[in-house]
């Protein structure tokens, strides 16, 4: 299928052919029939794609801020690769468009196949062919309304909340400064609510839009007939909303809304323009201001937008679904009228054309719309059934034979920040790997996963790279939630699997793997604990010798807050956030001490977002983990301390590390990168790949350091300590 992406490093544009999405569970695939382009949102994209790294990074202060603080946790090396990862990947453009449901996903009974849908959202209602779209971010379109009105219903809910937020009553009087798309929309809305509105703009053609579609007056905003309207109307008090829908860097929207707004009267700013609140003025009027937050309640909530959850009607009335569904209604009974705001509609294929002549301004428009060909072919993008493996003993079975000379072939399930950013460069390099086959549930995230890194082939097919007898190793590097999952199928195909941290986020997923393994015979299996091979700590170790007595190993982990929003933070599907990368730790623990943990202890504070993890080892050795979130973001993420047979191993964050014992060696003190051993790590897998030699790290201690893991959660519920059975 075809998409509009944008390069965000190089500005370009294009209409790629990507995968088709899969449709998964909790929402639909549509196909699109008209997109909404947003002149405002989405040019201002665009805009900043083209101007200068310097450009682009005053245009965004807050992510130069979020640099500066990966460089502070991560180092310059690895925060350089993860933001030119970022830059120099096609983006998808888009957010608003109507189209028909040509396959429904499990647990949706709303709607059917070829039911008209208007669809939201800047990750799911993309100019693309086929859109995946979860179920609180469509709703069906009412009979009689044409698909290319029923495009504008995300853009129409933008505006509807930022109304909303205004609190508008029948005999009010509303200014609203910026006539672009929002504005026009902001404008119709209010009409219908009964109030009169006054309009501002310096173009004099949307002004006259405007007034035909309802407004008392509009003009310009340093025209002197905007004032003497709004005080006709108002008898000289001033209007009882101002709604700002203009963009741009001059402060002029805020000072005339002072101007114009009454005493005690409310401002809402929808659009993103510059705030710079003039004190006095808005001090001695006591102005409320508001702020509206896109399509209204439930945007940027993952349980709301991803996982289907409502929010009550009794007390959440208008959600972002329920805006979208409004402003569809009122459109299709003639109180709003979207066609007059149509300037242009482009065919899909002339996509990048039609940036172009908006970016240069040769074509003026408040809408845009791009119209897609008929359906012509057939979705590809089925789920996978689900297998059920019962439990049967078996011995495992050799390792595959293979020619020692031939390239090992990978494929990648998921291609997301960690993939791209810290396996696929060391691995796209590498002599004798080809990268086979990316498998993406996005289609544009398996695009640019080939682009960048040499793939053969994207597919958003499980099954397919499964099935392919040419592919020697899969890599999982999905959400956590499906880890196992998708780990037990690739061991049932017989594939060698690489799964990224955590192998398992409870018992019984622990149990279907090892079942899989038990079945198939195949015990091909390793699990991203990379720190073990970190050249920094494998020296350190080295350095520190063999221990004799027991020892005490201390591990202060600084993990931070996450970002609010973050998929980390889903714990209901995801699992908690230890249980995320907490086996990290304890793997390098157990390698660090020779063994593998027989009892667990967990305490931590209210809220448990700090946990005391305190393991305990064979030889009486005890290795105490502390993860906490509530520490200073300039301190190192990583701090360890060994004790033994009275020397010390320090690391410090995997730049420098030191041994004290009879004689005294320290690391180099010049400023190294993080090296937290993924290099040495994807080395020794596919090393092991190539020759069927035994894996990386044996599969007994994989399963011991994640049942210590899973033991964390048992542990904090029971209050006591947790006796771990022996793997073997």
């Known amino acids: 299928m075809k998409q509009v992406v944008q390069n965000y490093k190089s500005g370009e544009l294009a209409v790629l052919d990507v995968p088709v999405p899969g449709c998964k569970p909790g929402g639909v695939l549509v196909r699109t029939a008209y997109s909404l382009i947003s002149t405002g949102t989405e040019l201002m994209k665009v805009s900043e794609a083209g101007m200068s790294m310097l450009g682009k990074a005053r245009s965004r202060p807050d992510q130069v801020a979020k640099v500066m603080q990966s460089v502070a946790t991560n180092g310059v090396p690895a925060t350089y690769r993860k933001v030119m990862g970022k830059l120099d990947s096609y983006t998808p453009l888009g957010y608003s468009l109507c189209g028909v449901v040509e396959q429904v996903g499990a647990g949706i009974d709303d709607v059917k196949v070829g039911d008209l849908v ?30 290319r009105h029923a495009a504008f219903g995300t853009v129409g809910s933008i505006a509807m909340q930022g109304v909303r937020q205004g609190e508008p009553h029948l005999g009010e009087v509303a200014l609203v400064i910026g006539l672009g798309l929002i504005g026009q929309l902001v404008v119709q809305l209010l009409t219908a609510s009964g109030v009169r509105v006054v309009g501002v ?65 409310r401002v809402v700013d929808i659009g993103k323009c510059r705030l710079d609140l003039p004190w006095n003025a808005y001090y001695e009027k006591e102005l409320d201001v508001r702020f509206s937050r896109s399509y209204g309640p439930g945007r940027y909530d993952p349980e709301y937008e991803l996982d289907g959850r409502d929010y009550p009607i009794g007390y959440v009335r208008w959600t972002e679904r329920r805006n979208l569904a409004c402003f569809l209604d009122l459109t299709a009974r003639g109180k709003v009228d979207v066609e007059p705001l149509i300037s242009h509609i482009a065919d899909f294929d002339d996509a990048v054309d039609t940036y172009r002549r908006l970016k240069d301004g040769e074509l003026k428009a408040v809408a845009v719309l791009f119209r897609y060909p008929e359906q012509q072919e057939e979705s590809t993008g089925a789920a996978a059934p689900e297998v059920t493996v019962p439990a049967v003993r078996r011995a495992p079975a050799s390792a595959p034979v293979r020619s020692a000379k031939a390239p090992v072939r990978l494929a990648f399930v998921g291609a997301g920040n960690y993939a791209t950013s810290m396996l696929l460069p060391h691995l796209a390099q590498r002599e004798g790997v080809s990268l086979s086959t990316v498998v993406t549930t996005t289609a544009l995230s398996g695009a640019n996963a080939q682009r960048k890194f040499g793939f053969d082939r994207a597919t ?63 015990d091909r299996l390793q699990v991203g604990f990379n720190r073990r091979f970190s050249p920094l700590l494998r020296e350190a170790k080295q350095r520190f010798g063999v221990r004799t007595g027991p020892a005490s190993l201390r591990y202060l982990v600084n993990a931070g807050r996450l970002q609010h929003g973050s998929w980390y933070l889903q714990q209901g599907t995801e699992g908690s956030r230890f249980a995320g990368e ?13 063994a593998d943990p027989v009892s667990v202890y967990a305490t931590g504070t ?52 030191s041994v004290y014992g009879r004689k005294r060696w320290v690391s180099s003190r010049l400023p190294k990168a993080r090296d937290k051993g993924q290099n040495a790590e994807l080395a020794a897998f596919v ?10 790290v044996p599969l007994e201690s994989l399963v011991a350091t994640t049942a210590a893991t899973l033991a964390v959660r048992t542990g904090l519920a029971g209050g006591a300590p947790v006796t771990l059975a022996s793997a073997r």
């Open 118 to 147: 208007a669809c939201a959202g800047n990750e799911h209602a993309l100019h693309a062919e086929l859109n995946w779209v979860p179920k609180n971010l469509y709703t069906p379109v009412p009979d009689g309304l044409a698909p």
């Open 201 to 265: 703009d310096p173009d004099p053609a949307r002004c006259e839009l405007a007034e035909r579609l309802g407004a008392a007056a509009c003009g310009d905003p340093e025209s002197a007939a905007v004032e003497a309207a709004v005080a006709e109307l108002t008898d000289g008090h001033g209007v009882d909303q101002v709604y700002l829908a203009a963009g741009g860097g001059t402060n002029q929207p805020v000072e005339l809304a002072a101007r114009l707004c009454r005493d005690r009267g």
């Open 460 to 522: 958003t097919d499980l099954d397919a790279v499964l099935g392919d007898p040419s592919v020697d190793a899969v890599f999982v590097v999905t959400r956590h939630s499906s880890h196992a999952e998708l780990t037990r199928k690739a061991l049932l195909a017989g594939k060698a699997v690489f799964v990224e941290k955590p192998l398992a986020l409870d018992e019984d997923e622990l149990a279907e793997v090892l079942a899989a393994v038990e079945k198939s015979g195949n």
């Open 582 to 594: 907490g086996g990290h730790f304890i793997d390098t623990a157990s390698w660090l001490l020779d």
């Open 606 to 657: 209210s809220g448990q977002e700090d946990l005391q993890v305190l393991l305990r080892y064979p030889d009486g050795s005890t290795a105490t983990i502390s993860y906490v979130t509530t520490g200073s973001a300039g301190f190192p993420k990583e701090t360890l301390d060994l004790v033994a047979d009275g020397k010390v191993l320090r690391l410090d964050d995997f730049v420098r590390a």
């Open 687 to 696: 090393r092991a790949v190539r020759t069927g030699g035994p894996m990386p």
